[in-house]
């Protein structure tokens, strides 16, 4: 006979048998205050590389971060087998907070981010002058992508042997953009110092349209470090993709993190065919011209800076700002515009 309130002890209540064993569920998570810290290096099919101190450890997403993606350049922790042993699997379970997030969609109506990289510090450009042709839409949209996301632009043009830098180096030097310049015959004597200089001290992720020799200069960059290149098509003009996959490479084989002010990370990601901007608001690229932001204070609510009531007209009218600069703050919103292939 069942009994009921004050008189019933624990044999009266009713236990529900767990199919899944014994052990009660609960939501409540380990903190893993002692777990290590680690760098992405590399992601391959649910797999993730990472830097932990010294060694290379390979790992796998614990279950309690959900959706929560892991991406190259991303600070994790990690618990288990840290030994980087053969055969062995870590677990990442929590992804620190990031510096930087640099995202594209697949074209501008793709409502969908994709993340490239995380943590990075400056984009380097890179852009063949020849065989392909550049594509000024491209650079421009990724310096879009890069303003939006706080990371310092970085031209490189590369095959200077094929082709001359000043025509395009022409459009781009009112938005005070450093830049690079190397050729195929240079690269293949070494002479890949005068970028690794501008590389040194900082995390730097590499874009490029396939065929530019984007991978050819990474290869340069990291002796040792090989990576697949492709040629590119004599009809299409356009390159085959060789880099599958996203990995963060040191420079001068010092494995560090932070990189040191001798040292450096060049992070080569897959070559592009678009760069679409759906994720960019508008109303942050301003924040890439400093000679040309105070100027907005006399904007209407919601200004597009391209309109006749934009009160930059006014502002670069005055002197206080170079004509050529509003011209290319005008070019570079006018490409979140633009639908059409790049």
Same mark, same amino acid.
């Given at each position: ?14 236990? $529900?048998? @767990? $199919?899944?064993?014994? !052990?009660? !569920? ?18 391959? $099919?649910? !797999? ?29 922790? *990690? ?11 870590? &677990? ?5 907070? !990031? =510096? =930087?997030? #640099? ?5 501008? @109506? ?6 490239? *990289?995380? @943590?990075? %510090? ?12 550049? &594509? ?11 303003? +939006? ?31 690079? *310049?190397?050729? &195929? ?7 890949? +110092?005068?970028? $690794?200089? #501008?590389? /040194? ?8 349209? =396939? ?39 040191? /420079? ?28 960019? +608001?508008? =109303? ?16 209407? &609510?919601?200004?597009?800076? %391209? ?36």
């Amino acid at each position: 006979m069942r009994r009921y309130g004050k008189h019933t002890d624990e044999d009266d209540i009713k236990v $529900r048998p @767990n $199919r899944r064993g014994s !052990r009660p !569920r609960t939501h409540t998570r380990p903190k893993h205050e002692d777990a290590a810290e680690g760098f992405v290096l590399t992601v391959d $099919r649910g !797999r993730i590389t990472c830097l932990v101190e010294d060694r290379t450890v390979v790992a796998m997403k614990a279950r309690e971060l959900g959706r929560k993606s892991v991406v190259v350049g991303d600070r994790v922790a *990690v618990v288990g087998d840290l030994s980087g042993a053969k055969d062995t699997l870590a &677990r990442i379970v929590r992804v620190e907070e !990031r =510096s =930087s997030v #640099l995202r594209r969609t697949a074209d501008d @109506n793709d409502p969908y981010e994709r993340v490239v *990289v995380a @943590n990075a %510090d400056q984009l380097a450009i890179v852009t063949a002058l020849a065989d392909p042709e550049p &594509r000024p839409r491209l650079i421009d949209r990724c310096l879009v992508a890069a303003y +939006d996301a706080g990371l310092e632009p970085l031209l490189v043009l590369t095959k200077a042997d094929l082709a001359p830098a000043d025509p395009l180096l022409e459009t781009y030097a009112p938005l005070g953009v450093r830049h690079v *310049v190397t050729s &195929r015959d240079a690269l293949a004597d070494g002479g890949a +110092d005068r970028v $690794r200089e #501008l590389l /040194l001290g900082r995390i730097t992720a590499f874009v490029g349209h =396939s065929g530019v020799g984007k991978t050819t200069l990474v290869n340069a960059l990291v002796p040792g470090r090989q990576r697949a290149t492709g040629q590119v098509n004599a009809v299409t003009g356009r390159g085959r993709h060789t880099t599958t996959s996203a990995l963060a490479l040191p /420079l001068r084989g010092e494995m560090s993190f932070p990189p040191s002010e001798d040292g450096g990370w060049v992070i080569d990601t897959p070559g592009v065919r678009s760069f679409g901007l759906h994720h960019v +608001d508008p =109303s942050r690229v301003i924040h890439a011209f400093p000679d040309l932001e105070p100027g907005t204070a006399d904007c209407p &609510r919601a200004c597009s800076h %391209d309109e006749p009531d934009c009160a930059l007209d006014a502002w670069v009218a005055e002197g206080h700002a170079d004509p050529a600069r509003l011209h290319s703050l005008r070019r570079l919103l006018a490409t979140r515009e633009r639908h059409e292939g790049d």
